[in-house]
């Protein structure tokens, strides 16, 4: 019905563009918050929280139940541009006729795209934490309405029985995430480069075992345990151990530990030819296949520094020290006797020589790539796990995106490689050799 008073045209005309006007806004308003409130991360909601920021508690709270958060923003977004659709129809209707639906589709559907989604949610990517506090408590308020409607998806089984939102299947956050963060803090200089490198050993050390980190047992200097006392003193001359371990008549049996300040008390008390077993500690076994978490849980709960490495049939494999678990996190420990190697030396861009017994993890952190294998395995074993014999000097092949040179090697080790990053277009002429 066309309406012929003029003034009584206007009056409509400008109530109903209002009110299209308003549901536009509010369709922006929805469009916004939901993607302010979906990209900013929990952990993120509690940190302002603890900041005293206004509005942080109602963020906290719709954080923690993010599908009860999203019903409510879902509800209202589409009850206004069902409204506004609904609206913008009877306007065209009354004033093209049949054509109007058709119009009032084309033109609401270009200002809902460009006014109610893409800018306000460009916005609120740019903006999300000022825009998430902002409507964090217009949005609780609004859940709380919509309460009946969450019940209703309950019983029906749409809503995660967990109480945050998120599906008990799926963590909230992954480590890799956390990693990733920690990745991203650096860039920013949130955190430096050293901490961000704490984190990720951090994250690695609970994936390796004491087979990983231990001393093999052919590098483990241990004593006889029929030594006397003045014997084992003279036998430690010139090795920089505080505890050594006590072997029977096979080599593989230990039978206790030794301090190196128990040895000296020995000695300043007039011990020196008593059997140097009487001053011996208990020994301390775990299992090569025992994560490092367990193990470094392990040696302080029992009091211990040192434990024997023992394999399924409880042979010596190697030991594993306090401080072999603690330079898992915060890399070499050098202390005043020790000579800190020159594992890796730079030789021009993208280039480096490198210790055979050196572990992988210096070429990833140098060269900022992930290599096949564990972190702490060596270049050697990398090396002969892809190629499967032991080269020898001067060899030259391709490994991973890069070229390895052999410097010094021998007939049972490699020694020294010299390790070169391909570029885009050697990486594709090139083949590997092994």
């Given at each position: 019905m066309r309406i012929t008073d003029a003034s009584a045209f206007w009056q409509l005309f400008m109530g109903e563009a209002f009110l299209l006007i308003l549901l536009l806004c509010l369709s922006a308003f929805f469009s916004g918050a939901e993607t302010a409130l979906v990209s900013l991360s929990r952990a993120r909601a509690d940190a302002l929280v603890a900041d005293g920021r206004r509005g942080a508690r109602s963020l906290s709270t719709l954080k923690s139940d993010s599908s009860r958060m999203l019903v409510a923003i879902l509800i209202?977004?589409?009850?206004?541009?069902?409204?506004?659709?609904?609206?913008?129809?009877?306007?065209?209707?009354?004033?093209?006729?049949?054509?109007?639906?058709?119009?009032?589709?084309?033109?609401?559907?270009?200002?809902?795209?460009?006014?109610?989604?893409?800018?306000?949610?460009?916005?609120?990517?740019?903006?999300?934490?000022?825009?998430?506090?902002?409507?964090?408590?217009?949005?609780?308020?609004?859940?709380?309405?919509?309460?009946?409607?969450?019940?209703?998806?309950?019983?029906?089984?749409?809503?995660?029985?967990?109480?945050?939102?998120n599906s008990t299947d799926d963590p909230i956050v992954t480590e890799t995430e956390l990693i990733n963060m920690a990745g991203y803090g650096e860039e920013e200089g949130t955190i430096d480069e050293n901490e961000k490198r704490l984190i990720e050993r951090a994250f690695a050390f609970g994936d390796l075992s004491v087979a990983d980190v231990m001393s093999p047992r052919h590098?483990?200097?241990?004593?006889?345990?029929?030594?006397?006392?003045?014997?084992?003193?003279?036998?430690?001359?010139?090795?920089?151990?505080?505890?050594?371990?006590?072997?029977?008549?096979?080599?593989?049996?230990?039978?206790?530990?030794?301090?190196?300040?128990?040895?000296?008390?020995?000695?300043?008390?007039?011990?020196?030819?008593?059997?140097?077993?009487?001053?011996?500690?208990?020994?301390?076994?775990?299992?090569?296949?025992?994560?490092?978490?367990?193990?470094?849980?392990?040696?302080?709960?029992?009091?211990?520094?040192?434990?024997?490495?023992?394999?399924?049939?409880?042979v010596m494999e190697g030991i594993v020290t306090l401080e072999d678990l603690m330079e898992e996190l915060v890399g070499e420990i050098y202390d005043e006797s020790d000579i800190a190697p020159q594992e890796m030396t730079p030789q021009g861009a993208d280039c480096v020589s490198i210790e055979g017994a050196s572990e992988i993890r210096l070429l990833e952190e140098y060269f900022d790539v992930d290599l096949s294998g564990k972190p702490t395995d060596s270049v050697s074993r990398w090396v002969l796990e892809h190629i499967q014999r032991i080269p020898v000097a001067d060899e030259i092949f391709n490994l991973e995106g890069f070229e390895l040179t052999v410097l010094r090697a021998n007939p049972r080790k490699i020694n020294e490689v010299l390790i070169r990053r391909l570029s885009g277009g050697d990486r594709n002429s090139s083949s590997e050799n092994a």
């Open positions: 209202g977004n589409n009850v206004v541009n069902i409204s506004a659709s609904a609206l913008a129809t009877v306007i065209a209707t009354r004033e093209l006729g049949s054509v109007g639906p058709g119009v009032a589709v084309g033109i609401l559907t270009i200002l809902i795209l460009i006014f109610g989604e893409i800018t306000p949610k460009t916005l609120a990517t740019r903006y999300s934490e000022r825009i998430s506090l902002l409507v964090a408590p217009l949005i609780l308020g609004l859940a709380y309405v919509t309460t009946p409607v969450n019940r209703l998806f309950e019983y029906f089984g749409l809503r995660s029985d967990s109480g945050n939102g590098k483990v200097f241990t004593l006889a345990a029929t030594l006397s006392i003045n014997e084992a003193a003279v036998e430690l001359v010139g090795h920089p151990y505080s505890r050594v371990p006590l072997h029977g008549d096979d080599a593989d049996e230990i039978i206790g530990v030794i301090h190196v300040r128990d040895l000296l008390s020995a000695l300043s008390t007039g011990k020196d030819k008593a059997p140097v077993v009487e001053i011996s500690r208990a020994s301390y076994f775990v299992p090569e296949s025992q994560s490092l978490t367990d193990t470094i849980a392990a040696l302080r709960r029992e009091r211990h520094h040192l434990a024997i490495v023992v394999d399924e049939h409880g």
